[in-house]
Every structure is written in structure tokens, then in C-alpha cells.
């Protein structure tokens, strides 16, 4: 190939063309991969749900998200797919939407055709509401299990305070 670019340069370079955009593709879908790879592990480890699809899935959904410029109104749709709502508690499910909008914020602008990059802006500015409205739905009062461990907190260090004058 590089002694037939020195012959004839004009016919060679649609190859190079080609060679580049692949180059370019693969690297964007390598990131896509990497945010959902990221992603699935944050899931497991902050909130132990695991995703419906395997990384590879996940980032197709991810993709598909971008490409088609999911904007406001399929913030939802997203989390669902990724993960099953009906389970988690109000406080998860305001992570879930934190990490989901984390992992859309990461992957590359260039994802995003050039007229729907405000339907980007959009679906990020939505999940950010959901997490918010699920952060704020969650009551102020303590529950039971919070009071029943602030007290046994309170027993552990009075008893330790005893402990430390009865040894000066």
C-alpha cells in the first residue's frame, strides 16, 4: 500500500480515508464499551442491581440512545432498560438515575448527530430532575433501623467514655 501511495497518490487515498474513519468508529465504540462497562460496575457496587445486559449491550443501548437523540421524554425509558425499577427503594432509585446521567455525560459529543446535541442536553437535564425528585420524595425522619443504631451508637460511646475514666 505505501509504495502504491509513492506511484500513484490520487487512487490510494480513499484506502487511507477508510482506514481512518474505521480508526475513528472503533475508538468511539470503544468508549461507549468503556462507559458501559463503568457503568455496570457502579450499579453492582452502589446500588447491588445488576444490569440486564452483559457491557456489550449496555453500550449498544447507550449508543442507540445517543444516535437516535433520545432527548427529555426517554430519560425513563433509558434507566428502565438498563436496570428493573419496581424494586429499589426511592434513595436508589435517585442513584440509579445519578449514574446513569454520569455514564451519558462521559461518552463523546461526537455520538451525538450535530442537530440533536440539544436533546442531549435534554436527556442529561432530565435524569438530573428524576434524581433530584427521588432525592427529595425521601423523608427527613429517621426510620426505625436509623434510630435503633443512633441509639446503639449512643450505648457503644457512653460505655467507652466509662471505660476510659475507670482506667485514670
Known sequence: MRSDLRNNPLRSIGRYWLT???????????SAISAATELRQEL?????????????????????AAESGWGRGKASQLVSQIVDLSGPAQP???????????????LPLVLWPQDKQA?????IDELTRQM?????????????DELRELLWR???????????????
Open 44 to 64: 453492582a457496587d452502589q446500588t447491588a442491581l445488576p444490569t440486564r445486559q452483559s457491557a456489550a449491550e449496555l453500550a449498544v443501548v447507550l449508543l442507540t
Open 119 to 123: 436533546a442531549r442536553r435534554e436527556l
Open 154 to 168: 449512643e450505648a457503644v460511646a457512653t460505655l467507652r467514655k466509662k471505660e476510659s475514666r475507670e482506667r485514670t
Open 92 to 106: 436508589m432509585r435517585g442513584r440509579i438515575y445519578m449514574l446513569v446521567r454520569d455514564a451519558m455525560a462521559t
Open 20 to 30: 481512518m474513519a474505521d480508526s475513528s468508529a472503533f475508538t468511539l465504540v470503544r
Open 132 to 144: 433530584n425528585q427521588f432525592q427529595a420524595e425521601m423523608t427527613i425522619h429517621p426510620s426505625r
